[in-house]
């Protein structure tokens, strides 16, 4: 038995309950992480229109977040089922991207240029996706069943505090120290620049708290537990079927002539530049499939690629009902990462000037609004084990997206900025909800060793919403909505709302 490896008998096959300290200790590094994510959240597109950005232009901006989750996620997942050294199989990629992602808080409010920034930010997602994807597998690794709810929900309870005072920072700097919030035009106020810096070390000293003082069990132990005996050994892909081969390929060339016609018909129609993202996604899709459609055919076993790729055909039935319900969460979510400030500083405060005092004072209390609604999240994670114990995990998970999917709704109709701390009590709900549910329902789904794997592939349907959100919402708001930014709240809303109500669909496969 590892040294650094829980405790456990050889023989068991079910995992021992964790003590409260190790699982606050397995999940610290979700502090750290969240200050990267609320930072960027908060005030990437401040910094995008501070560099010079137009409102329509800011969803193409962010694009590059979600589709370096996309690439990233399942790959570091694939490879760490895989991995075996003296840190373990997760812990040196908590390790490696903190440090990459320290390094990019660093520099994005230092941005010279527009397009630096959005560089930067896809460097900023990567490192940040090489460390979080690898803490939703721990979580399966090391808890039994019966602790999952309570496991990502401490998960949740980290990323809202880290939220709410890395959201905040801005205000805090410039009310509390003095530190200005207004700059020249084109150059970052010190107040950000200075939230961003001390995140970057914040969430390297906590990811190395998780690494310090977590174990993980070995593969070996992994395998005693699991009670899949004859399911495909853990260090070796299994055999591509000959069908499996022709589904892929036939899926391809369907989403390959799919994206073709649509980028066809956006060409002729002389559309909105947003809306290539949709399409050639779709066609890169088809792409991917048949590509490893051709590889499967050619070797005996399958490489990484096509396995994630199969995998992604082949999915558990509660994965891809869950996937229907993220989807729609995720867009909701996106809606209101990228529009919150223009909506609030329009609607609310009444100027689009990034120069203006006016503008910035808005911008802060979108901060520290976001900095509430992670709060609230933080309180909510410790009643939402005790909540799913009475109600069923995805009755939970419903009444929450219905809060947050009204109080989206709200913001619409709010006849002041001040009110936007009520409005932010539902958005808190949902944010608890949606980061701890869907992944304790996944994780009784999937086989043990191929944990990090499926939730690697599960986050393509937080990161596709996100591509459409930034391929769509940018021409459905010029096009339909006069440019004004309020109305993608208000499409989040519904958006929230209908995932809601689709969530009463997933088989929840062990809910007790």
């Known amino acids: 038995m590892a040294s650094n490896s829980p405790s456990v008998s050889e023989a068991s096959d079910t995992k021992p309950l964790l003590p409260f300290w190790d699982i606050w200790n397995m999940s610290f590094g979700f502090l750290g992480i969240q200050f990267g994510f609320a930072l960027q959240n908060a005030n990437v597109s401040r910094i995008f229109e501070t560099l010079g950005a137009k409102v329509d232009d800011i969803p193409i901006l962010w694009v590059a977040a979600p589709l370096t989750g996309l690439i990233i996620q399942p790959i570091i997942g694939y490879f760490s089922d895989h991995t075996w050294t003296r840190l373990g199989r997760r812990r040196p990629y908590f390790l490696a991207g903190a440090i990459l992602a320290s390094l990019s808080l660093f520099v994005m409010p230092n941005s010279p240029g527009l397009w630096f920034a959005a560089g930067t930010l896809w460097i900023l997602d990567a490192s940040i996706n090489i460390t979080m994807e690898p803490f939703r597998a721990f979580v399966g690794d090391n808890l039994p069943s019966r ?75 992994l395998h005693a537990f699991s009670k899949q005996q004859a399911e495909t050994p853990l260090l070796h892909p299994a055999v591509i079927a000959t069908g499996k081969q022709q589904k892929l390929l036939r899926q391809g060339y369907i989403f390959s002539a799919i994206g073709v016609a649509f980028t066809l018909w956006f060409i002729s129609r002389d559309l909105n530049k947003e809306l290539y993202i949709f399409s050639l996604g779709v066609l890169v899709m088809g792409l991917l499939f048949v590509a490893a459609g051709i590889a499967a055919r050619d070797k005996s076993e399958g490489s990484a690629f096509v396995m994630i790729m199969s995998d992604l055909q082949n999915m558990p039935a509660t994965m891809k009902q869950l996937a229907v319900v993220q989807f729609f969460s995720w867009f909701a979510l996106f809606a209101m990462w990228i529009y919150m400030t223009p909506a609030v500083t329009s609607h609310l405060y009444g100027t689009s000037d990034p120069t203006s005092k006016l503008y910035n004072d808005g911008a802060d209390w979108v901060g520290l609004c976001m900095g509430v609604y992670n709060g609230i999240s933080a309180l909510v994670a410790f009643i939402i084990p005790v909540i799913a114990i009475k109600t069923g995990r995805k009755v939970t998970h419903m009444i929450c997206l219905l809060a947050g999917g009204i109080a989206l709704l709200s913001v619409y109709l709010l006849p002041d900025a001040k009110y936007l701390m009520l409005s932010m009590i539902g958005i808190g709900v949902a944010w608890a909800s949606i980061l701890s549910i869907p992944y304790a329902m996944l ?70």
């Open 147 to 221: 602790q999952r709810t309570s496991g990502f929900a401490m998960q949740s309870f980290f990323i809202g505090t880290g939220a709410i005072v890395a959201s905040s920072l801005p205000y805090i700097f410039t009310n509390w120290f003095d530190i200005s919030n207004q700059a020249p035009q084109g150059i970052v106020p010190d107040s950000v620049k200075w939230s961003f810096y001390l995140g970057g070390f914040i969430f390297l000293l906590a990811v190395i708290w998780t690494v310090a003082k977590s174990r993980e069990y070995s593969p070996e132990q």
């Open 443 to 512: 994780a009784g789904s999937l086989p043990p060793k191929k944990m990090g794997y499926f939730m690697g592939l599960f986050n393509f349907f937080i990161v596709i919403p996100q591509i459409v959100a930034a391929a769509l919402l940018g021409f459905l708001i010029k096009q339909f909505f006069h440019g004004e930014p309020i109305y993608a709240l208000v499409v989040g809303g519904f958006s929230m709302i209908l995932a809601a109500l689709l969530s009463l669909r997933v088989e929840d496969q062990d809910d007790h």
